[in-house]
């Protein structure tokens, strides 16, 4: 059993920051990709930001500049800073995360989701 715990979304200002956290805990061999999702009201989900195992990382346009992903292995989390925040960001985020149950198997989990709301 694995479990994505999400923190740190609320209201802020146009021009702000955030910064999200998403928790892995259970029976972890080790953890893969980590990404983070969002998905505004009457839209589809889409990815933000990724992060792989090595540290290499991925933006979405719309994003790129202004979010920084980064993971801590040693805590099985990963991280969204999100500076210069807009409206546009206004959006439920999720992380979404390969967890290796052992050395060959692995299973993709989502996090319950973290309302970001950017407005004045």
């Known amino acids: 059993q694995v479990h994505l715990v999400e923190s740190g979304g609320g209201l802020v200002q146009p021009g702000g920051s955030l910064r999200l956290s998403c928790a892995a805990s259970?029976?972890?061999?080790?953890?893969?990709?980590m990404d983070w999702y969002r998905q505004a009201p009457g839209k589809q989900r889409d990815l933000v930001a990724s992060i792989g195992s090595g540290g290499s990382t991925n933006y979405a346009d719309s994003v790129k500049g202004r979010f920084t992903i980064s993971r801590d292995n040693t805590k099985n989390t990963v991280y969204l800073q999100m500076n210069s925040l807009k409206p546009e960001d206004t959006a439920v985020y999720y992380c979404?995360?390969?967890?290796?149950?052992?050395?060959?198997?692995?299973?993709?989990?989502w996090g319950q989701g973290t309302q970001v709301t950017v407005s004045s």
């Open positions: 259970g029976s972890i061999f080790r953890l893969g990709a």
């Open positions: 979404n995360v390969d967890v290796f149950l052992n050395f060959y198997s692995h299973q993709y989990y």
